[in-house]
């Protein structure tokens, strides 16, 4: 069968029954401030980009000729990218455990939501904030707790030494200091 005959979704539908990054059977760890910012990211597609694109659509569609019509066949593109992210983030969401890293403030263990320094085995010193799957960001310093590293370095405390695993060998992390923010105040 030609691929002009196959259908354009057919493949963009095919998502895993657990998101991504979630180890099987575990939890989608995720921080209040996490939870409020995928949250508003839905209700914002939800409530205003969507309506938007769906006007553009039938705008387009009442043209005529939907071949050839640009701004209908990108609507129509767009509103399937739109709902799909708005799929992925409702599962996201569902299966969320909202865990506030606050309630470990003075604790000198590491556990979920810690800003932990640590040191290697070659005395490069780095600074990390173990967060969710879905709001770690590697170019602020923050990694997933599924992460090889954060899996090292959680439940340590300040002072311990843990071993990392790596392509290259075994690397040693000496941990330096760990701290949690302070809690947040209002609702989330």
Do not use: C
Request: charged share 30%.
């Amino acid at each position: 069968m030609s691929k002009a005959f196959t259908k354009e979704s057919d493949s963009d539908d095919d998502e895993p029954a657990l998101p991504s990054g979630v180890p099987s059977g575990g939890k989608n760890y995720i921080t209040p401030q996490g939870y409020a910012s995928l949250r508003a990211e839905l209700l914002t597609l939800i409530d205003d980009e969507r309506p938007k694109v769906v006007d553009v659509v039938h705008w387009a569609a009442s043209n005529g000729d939907r071949s050839e019509n640009g701004d209908y066949l990108y609507g129509k593109k767009r509103l399937r990218e739109i709902d799909r992210r708005i799929r992925f983030l409702t599962k996201r969401l569902e299966i969320a455990e909202v865990v506030d890293p606050s309630v470990h403030i003075g604790s000198k263990q590491i556990f979920f939501g810690a800003t932990v320094t640590y040191v290697d085995d070659e005395d490069v010193e780095r600074t990390v904030t173990i967060l969710g799957v879905d709001e770690a960001d590697n170019g602020l310093q923050q990694i997933s707790w599924v992460s090889p590293v954060a899996r090292a370095l959680l439940k340590a405390r300040e002072g311990d030494e843990v071993s990392l695993q790596t392509p290259a060998g075994t690397r040693t992390l000496e941990v330096l200091s760990v701290r949690y923010p302070e809690p947040q105040v209002g609702p989330i």
